[in-house]
């Protein structure tokens, strides 16, 4: 079983960056696919990237293209959430998942069966 745990959160003006980690435990995250998602107050949890399980492959939400870019680090356990150019509607508790079953990224929530706790993204405007 993994343990994932998130950090790098907080409080940016648009158009700043902020780097996501996810440190996972117990497990390589290289035995799983993993994934971002995010939830805004009122609405419901959302896709925002995941990568394979092999590391080469990347799937994005289409709001986050060409500004977000997921990446994992073996050696450290990790896995990122790079994000630049931060919108206003980028604000939301951004949650890391992992998916055994699977080796490319599900875009369902429900695929997932390790989660953490989420890190809060505040993007003013």
């Known amino acids: 079983q993994v343990q994932l745990v998130e950090s790098g959160g907080g409080l940016v003006q648009a158009g700043a960056s902020l780097r996501l980690s996810c440190a996972a435990s117990?497990?390589?995250?290289?035995?799983?696919?993993m994934a971002w998602f995010r939830q805004a107050p009122g609405q419901e949890r959302g896709f925002v990237a995941g990568?394979?399980?092999?590391?080469?492959?990347?799937v994005y939400t289409d709001s986050v293209k060409g500004r977000f870019t997921i990446s994992r680090d073996i050696a450290k356990n990790t896995v990122y959430l790079q994000m630049n150019s931060l919108k206003p509607e980028d604000t939301a508790v951004y949650y890391c998942?992992?998916?055994?079953?699977?080796?490319?990224?599900?875009?369902?929530?429900?695929?997932?069966?390790?989660w953490g706790q989420g890190t809060q993204v505040t993007v003013s405007s």
């Open positions: 990568i394979s399980r092999s590391g080469g492959s990347t």
């Open positions: 998942a992992a998916d055994s079953l699977k080796i490319t990224p599900q875009t369902q929530g429900a695929k997932y069966a390790y």
């Open positions: 117990g497990r390589t995250v290289s035995r799983y696919t």
